[in-house]
């Protein structure tokens, strides 16, 4: 099945760093979500994204909905050790299309004090 | 706590057996989507319902099958089992994106 490129594929970084990860696609998409996934739980959306330009932030996390439509951003400030875990972007065609929600290949972020 | 109810959580059975996986809903959702997780092909949509309605399918293979009941919870029942199938699988409920997914159960074929 289809994915989408995420990058970069995982990153150490120190307590209290700013994270940036991004996600591309060959395809136009609608609605651009941003999940986490932590070790034997589910993915936990994060920030949803619904207009190209559009800048949302859900407290330390900022998530950018990229002009062309194609590529989405999220950023994490200040970066804690419960930050750790997997995050997946997701591109719907429409929003309230989740049949045909796309998923990332997934940044795995680890965090060492 | 998303809200969301999958059970089991681990399930191992051999291979050719058939096993049935079960979600509950958020409550007020109508909508549940199943998905499959494995190393190689990340989180892959399988189907989705609404309120006992199949709206969509995706990658799923006819040797599985799923059904919403008039409670709201959904079934998906894997056949002839490979082991190939062995993965984690998610539900999610909704009312508009999937933003509640259950903790999953994870599925090894042996």
């Known amino acids: 099945g289809q994915q989408l490129n995420q990058s970069p594929q995982s990153m150490f970084i120190q307590e209290g760093e700013d994270v940036s990860m991004n996600c591309t696609s060959s395809?136009?998409?609608?609605?651009w979500l941003w999940y986490k996934q932590d070790p034997g739980e589910g993915p936990v959306l994060l920030i949803a994204?619904?207009?190209?330009?559009e800048l949302t932030s859900n407290g330390r996390l900022t998530a950018q909905f990229g002009i062309t439509r194609k590529d989405s951003f999220l950023n994490i400030s200040a970066s804690i050790p419960s930050d750790v875990g997997i995050y997946f972007c997701?591109?719907?065609?429409?929003?309230?299309?989740?049949?045909?929600?796309?998923f990332g290949t997934g940044t795995r972020l680890q965090v060492t004090l | 706590d998303s809200g969301v109810t999958q059970t089991p959580k681990h399930l191992i059975t051999a291979t050719g057996q058939r096993v049935t996986l079960r979600c509950s809903p958020r409550?007020?959702?109508?909508?549940v989507y199943w998905y499959q997780q494995s190393l190689d092909q990340g989180l892959q949509f399988l189907i989705h319902?609404?309120?006992?309605?199949?709206?969509a399918k995706g990658n799923i293979l006819e040797r599985f099958s799923a059904q919403q009941f008039p409670d709201l919870h959904s079934e998906l029942n894997l056949s002839s089992l490979e082991l190939g199938d062995s993965a984690l699988y998610f539900c999610?409920?909704?009312?508009?994106?999937?933003?509640?997914f259950g903790q999953g159960t994870r599925l090894t074929v042996v």
């Open positions: 319902y609404y309120n006992g309605e199949e709206r």
């Open positions: 409550s007020g959702d109508l909508s």
């Open positions: 994204l619904y207009k190209a330009g």
């Open positions: 999610a409920s909704s009312a508009r994106e999937p933003g509640a």
């Open positions: 997701a591109g719907q065609p429409y929003t309230g299309t989740a049949s045909k929600l796309t």
């Open positions: 395809s136009i998409f609608n609605t």
